[in-house]
């Protein structure tokens, strides 16, 4: 019996406790070897070796940050002064502007007395946009390629990943700039010893005929009996949906690693019911807090049981306050910023991602790890974006809300909130809440109405308006773009 089959069998019950999970490591050698894992270390001991770092990367930064030296020198802040975790409250926030107007300045210059792998430029990856409209680069040196395969390795053993044995299926498209998500999925795998089949789905290029079409992408996935599939959530819910339409075999498959948006339960108890009707055994879906700023993702260790960070001698994560940088107690919902404490390349100290969480530092009841975990916020999703939160008739609504309701009901292929005017042409007229949905056709359409409706009045106290489209196409077109766009604000700008 293959260390997965004992795998499936220990977790039958659906139970995860943090027996079974020191079972499931001493299982597998890699991970046994890993004896400095901390993310297993006590409240103290943590705290111990967060901060050895930190002072290191201080001292960095004042030396070699074009940004954080200028920075320091501008506010008076002594680095040597910052020691602790705890410390970091006398830094400003870091905001997306501020790191979009010149990306370069993140990147530490370092001297040639420093070690060569220090030095060496490994890869890039490109996130948000800049004030030109051009992505901002994101520089990894080996020194951060190195630590980041660790990294996968630890986030492999949070997420039940069996070396040599485990197939994964990258279903993030093949995109015209170097995506995180792609690049990274086929690092991940393997740094944790596991083969890797991409489906290079995506926008066709009119001088490459390098893309595969969906259908071939679920034929090879079938075809070599990938075990896991990573993609965006949305997309990999129309990957099941298209697979079932197509006859397709997934008796291989354990589960779905849902990534880059919000996976609500409902959503995921639909994927798990077509899996099922795929052939597939007990599987499972998985949501994760994926972010470019630390090059992969915090994965769970059992639906809902918390994001965890995989290595947190690597990355610290706080809810602050964006206007005074004051950190939340402790699972306080505000915005999340991240500080890297040991990196070389793109430096960021207490930079906010946009979104708004929460996130606890008690060890986790489910897997025994004492790094922090984000925390489901809004029914069953982890986070928001800052931006999606949206006034509407007077009223600020928290869209991750409505996606929770919505995504919960069932019978819906893909949907998408529109927050429009009465008139359109009118920008004074009355505001209007609209819900555009692409039935599956399983539900009668009065129904499905009736349900989207009364489960919007609960979520926003605000009875929407209906549009049911005929394709999903409509709302979603993954060969055009990598994520759904379920927010979507029409109201024209008062001036």
Not at 188 to 217: E, K, N, Q, W, Y
Not at 349 to 371: F, M
Request: proline content about 7%.
């Amino acid at each position: 019996m293959g260390i997965i089959e004992k795998l499936k069998e220990m977790l039958r019950d659906g139970e995860v406790t943090p027996e079974k999970v020191k079972k499931f490591i001493d299982m597998v050698p890699p991970y046994q070897e890993d004896k400095n894992d901390p993310a297993f270390l006590t409240g103290k001991e943590l705290d111990e070796v967060r901060n050895r770092n930190l002072r290191v990367q201080m001292e960095l930064c004042a030396k070699y940050s074009p940004y954080y030296h200028e920075l320091f020198k501008e506010c008076g802040i002594d680095a040597p002064s910052i020691k602790t975790i705890d410390d970091l409250e006398k830094l400003p926030l870091t905001t997306k502007l501020d790191y979009m107007k010149n990306p370069e300045a993140f990147k530490l210059k370092l001297d040639l007395t420093r070690p060569f792998y220090e030095l060496i430029l490994w890869d890039l990856t490109m996130t948000t946009g800049t004030t030109t409209g051009i992505p901002s680069i994101f520089w990894n040196t080996t020194h951060d390629f190195y630590a980041q395969t660790l990294f996968f390795i630890r986030s492999s053993k949070i997420s039940w990943a069996v070396p040599g044995e485990d197939i994964t299926f990258n279903a993030f498209p093949l995109g015209p700039i170097p995506h995180m998500a792609y690049i990274r999925t086929l690092t991940a795998s393997l740094a944790a010893g596991c083969a890797v089949v991409a489906g290079h789905t995506g926008m066709p290029h009119p001088d490459f005929p390098i893309h595969r079409r969906l259908d071939d992408a679920i034929k090879l996935m079938e075809a070599y009996k990938c075990t896991a599939a990573l993609g965006i959530a949305s997309y990999m819910r129309r990957f099941v949906m298209r697979a079932q339409e197509i006859g397709a075999d997934f008796s291989h498959v354990r589960g779905i690693h849902a990534l880059g948006e919000p996976c609500p339960k409902g959503m995921r108890d639909d994927m798990t019911r077509r899996l099922e009707e795929l052939g597939a055994d007990s599987p499972t879906i998985g949501n994760a807090y994926g972010f470019t700023e630390c090059q992969g993702a915090f994965p769970e260790c059992a639906e809902l049981a918390g994001c965890h960070n995989p290595d947190p001698s690597l990355y610290f994560i706080e809810v602050v306050n964006p206007e005074t940088g004051e950190r939340l107690a402790e699972g306080e919902q505000g915005h999340v910023a991240v500080t890297h404490i040991n990196r070389r390349g793109t430096v960021l100290l207490r930079y906010l991602l946009g979104d708004i969480g929460k996130v606890t530092y008690e060890p986790c009841p489910y897997c025994g790890r004492t790094s922090e975990r984000m925390m489901p916020i809004s029914g069953s999703i982890y986070s928001t974006r800052t931006k999606e939160l949206v006034k509407l008739k007077g009223t600020l609504i928290n869209p991750g809300l409505l996606m929770d309701a919505i995504e919960n009901i069932g019978g819906i292929v893909e949907y998408q909130v529109v927050f429009t005017k009465v008139d359109p042409s009118d920008p004074y007229s009355l505001d209007k809440l609209v819900i555009r949905v692409a039935p599956t056709g399983e539900i009668p359409s009065e129904k499905l109405k009736a349900s989207i409706t009364e489960a919007v009045l609960k979520a926003a106290e605000m009875r929407p308006e209906i549009q049911f489209v005929s394709s999903p196409f409509e709302i979603f077109d993954p060969r055009q773009s990598l994520k759904a766009t379920r927010i979507l604000d029409q109201r024209p700008v008062m001036k």
